[in-house]
């Protein structure tokens, strides 16, 4: 078990690293910019495209859990037509986003109330980095498909390949070409495309091996499938929608203590980024075992899965902390050299050290559920959370400002685990064999 863990983990952890990487770089070349407004605009920027892409994330969790079901099922032809409609989907929904981007420009600019200088630049960002929604929303299927075939390699080198891109055009454009802000979204923009180019070259040399790309026009947009696909991840899309206003709010709130504050808090937040995105990948482990496990019935299998993934989440969170604490000034001085933000950001680190140990057991129960399909749960559990740490981030920030802040976040990832932690035993008894099945042996 420890290493099927790991044979499903480590590449996933290898291309989810990259991202948070990439956040740091973005923050690195902006922050030795002169002023914290750059820092702070990119944090704005960053804040408004995750809430929008985000929260689509189904394309890709969706995509993966139907082409296993019909690798499961045998039916070639209906895992390219998987994915030609969540493409398809995708597009249709970066359309709509394109057209209604100055709506949705407004909207975020009057929820985030930050400095004229900072709003300014964060609306520079905005205009440029919305043009890449066709690749980004277009991407997140093409890596689901891939994982759903299981294969965990190509959505690697896809991943790897995109922000190996956008760091190398970001360092050019900002620090080359002196294109400030503008050039941290441009890069983006190109590297998202540049990754979609690639992830379509695999596709194609994918599809043509099994009998070639081409699909029914009624096959592909057969009304009951789309429904299918769309409904399908509706409580994961109401919990994602959650977690991004989480973490929106506590940006919001994070302009509302000044441009300083807003820029201490950006180089922290990629603190969190790093380690959530890598223990990530022992989510995504525990998802595809548990949900295994759970087909066959096999309670014991069911509970090794999670116990193991559980232990190397927890070494490695703990890991991240031993790092941070040790290594903490370091990153940050890498990442600006803004005396000011410098000098704050060593009062609010102890935080972001501890962080990684509070938040594993959060990203562990969440791929449990979503392995074994209680997603009913997920999203109640959320919903609890995030109801109590709007109330204690309100209270924490009228009492102690930023330590409050900073003090909800712990207790939101608290919350995440605990109203999930109380429901597994419940979930570990429901797992049966399959009607005329016997459970296998433990």
């Not at 979609?196 to 695999?202: D, K, N, S």
Request: aromatic share 12%; hydrophobic share 60%.
């Amino acid at each position: 078990m420890h290493r099927r863990i790991w044979r499903l983990a480590g590449p996933i952890i290898i291309s989810n690293i990259s991202v948070p990487l990439l956040g740091a770089v973005d923050t690195a070349v902006v922050g030795h910019l002169p002023g914290p407004e750059y820092l702070g605009a990119v944090a704005i920027g960053a804040l408004i495209f995750s809430f929008l892409y985000w929260g689509f994330g189904f394309l890709r969790m969706g995509t993966t859990g139907l082409t296993v079901q019909a690798v499961g099922a045998a039916r070639p032809g209906a895992r390219q037509l998987i994915l030609y409609r969540a493409l398809v989907l995708g597009f249709a929904i970066a359309i709509v986003i394109l057209s209604l981007q100055s709506v949705v420009a407004w909207f975020a600019f009057r929820m985030v109330d930050a400095s004229a200088a900072v709003e300014g630049l964060a609306d520079t960002y905005f205009r440029i980095r919305i043009w890449g929604a066709p690749a980004t929303l277009a991407n997140y299927p093409i890596l689901g498909w891939f994982l759903g075939l299981q294969n965990a390699r190509i959505p690697l080198v896809l991943q790897v390949f995109t922000n190996g891109v956008n760091i190398v055009l970001d360092l050019w454009f900002v620090l080359g070409l002196g294109w400030g802000v503008a050039g941290v979204a441009g890069a983006t923009v190109l590297a998202e495309f540049a990754g979609l180019a690639l992830g379509a070259v695999f596709v194609l040399v994918r599809v043509r091996k099994r009998g070639g790309w081409r699909v029914g026009w009624r096959a592909l947009f057969d009304g009951r499938e789309i429904g299918r696909m769309m409904v399908i991840n509706i409580d994961i899309f109401v919990r994602t929608l959650c977690l991004i206003f989480a973490f929106a709010y506590w940006t919001a709130q994070s302009a509302r203590l000044g441009d300083t504050i807003l820029a201490v808090n950006a180089v922290l937040a990629n603190f969190n980024a790093i380690a959530a995105y890598g223990l990530d990948g022992f989510a995504h482990a525990a998802e595809a075992l548990v949900a295994r496990a759970k087909g066959a019935g096999d309670r014991a299998g069911f509970s090794r899965a999670a116990r193991v993934s559980m232990i190397w989440a927890g070494l490695c969170a703990a890991l991240l902390s031993l790092t941070y604490w040790t290594m903490g000034d370091l990153i940050v001085a890498v990442m600006t050299d803004l005396p000011e933000v410098r000098r704050l950001a060593a009062d609010y680190l102890p935080w972001a050290v501890v962080l990684p140990m509070v938040s594993v057991w959060a990203f562990a129960y969440d791929g449990i559920f979503i392995g074994a399909t209680r997603t009913r749960a997920l999203r109640n559990g959320m919903l609890v959370s995030l109801a109590l740490y709007l109330l204690a981030a309100h209270v924490g920030l009228e009492v102690w400002q930023n330590h409050g802040l900073w003090a909800a976040l712990m207790l939101f990832m608290v919350l995440r685990a605990a109203t999930l932690g109380m429901q597994y035993p419940a979930l570990l008894r429901s797992i049966e064999a399959p009607q005329g099945q016997n459970a296998p042996a433990g």
